[in-house]
T-cell receptor, first 113, second 115 residues
Framework: TQLLEQSPQFLSIQEGENLTVYCNSS?????LQWYRQEPGEGPVLLVT?????EVKKLKRLTFQFGDARKDSSLHITAAQPGDTGLYLC?????????????FGTGTLLAVQP | DTGVSQDPRHKITKRGQNVTFRCDPI?????LYWYRQTLGQGPEFLTY????????KSRLLSDRFSAERPKGSFSTLEIQRTEQGDSAMYLC?????????????FGEGSWLTVV
């Protein structure tokens, strides 16, 4: 089983629509990150959330860390074709041993013009 | 450009051949990571270095895989006797020590196709 399950796995929407992507786990994390990966590129960090219940906004993107620090959501308002990509949540130091990221299963978003 | 660079970007090889990928991290970063990613999935951790020391290897890194970072700068990832299941994108990333306060930067990846 995956440590971080993302849903939906794939999402195709029209430009201007809103959407929410979820990242769920049964484990508690000290922090969680969201990345976006465009085709042919490496992942790029969007945000880090560290406090339960924390909400961060990045232009049209709103990120929330669950109160229990087990889950997170990413909401995009008025999606644009430039938002197309693979959205990944990731957690550091799971198990406390090493400084590495463990990624979620990913949500592939396609925004049609 | 001073980002993480990887070479080659694409490699097609026959099953059974050896391949080597190179990663040049951001110059002041002392941590370097290798990940493997298949299409539409999240990256999976393979190994990481702090300076020239390889501090952790995933169980995904079979005996056919070896990574080195001889002088604590660039790194190479070699796959011996490639199999079709090795087809994936191999991502390199780097960060400063104590990366919790510093961002991990990923390269653009090296695509491997084993035919």
């Amino acid at each position: 089983t995956q440590l971080l399950e993302q849903s939906p796995q794939f999402l195709s929407i029209q430009e201007g629509e809103n959407l929410t992507v979820y990242c769920n786990s049964s484990s508690v994390f000290s922090s969680l990150q969201w990345y976006r990966q465009e085709p042919g590129e490496g992942p790029v960090l969007l945000v880090t959330v560290v406090t339960g219940g924390e909400v961060k906004k990045l232009k049209r993107l709103t990120f929330q860390f669950g109160d229990a620090r087990k889950d997170s959501s990413l909401h995009i308002t008025a999606a644009q074709p430039g938002d197309t990509g693979l959205y990944l949540c990731a957690v550091p130091n799971y198990g406390g041993a090493t400084n590495k990221l463990i990624f979620g299963t990913g949500t592939l978003l396609a925004v049609q013009p | 450009d001073t980002g993480v660079s990887q070479d080659p970007r694409h490699k097609i090889t026959k099953r059974g051949q050896n391949v080597t990928f190179r990663c040049d991290p951001i110059s002041e970063h002392n941590r370097l990571y290798w990940y493997r990613q298949t299409l539409g999935q999240g990256p999976e951790f393979l190994t990481y270095f702090q300076n020239e020391a390889q501090l952790e290897k995933s169980r995904l890194l079979s005996d056919r895989f070896s990574a080195e970072r001889p002088k604590g700068s660039f790194s190479t990832l070699e796959i011996q006797r490639t199999e079709q299941g090795d087809s994936a994108m191999y991502l390199c990333a780097s960060s400063l020590q104590g990366w919790e306060r510093n961002t991990i930067y990923f390269g653009e990846g090296s695509w491997l196709t084993v035919v």
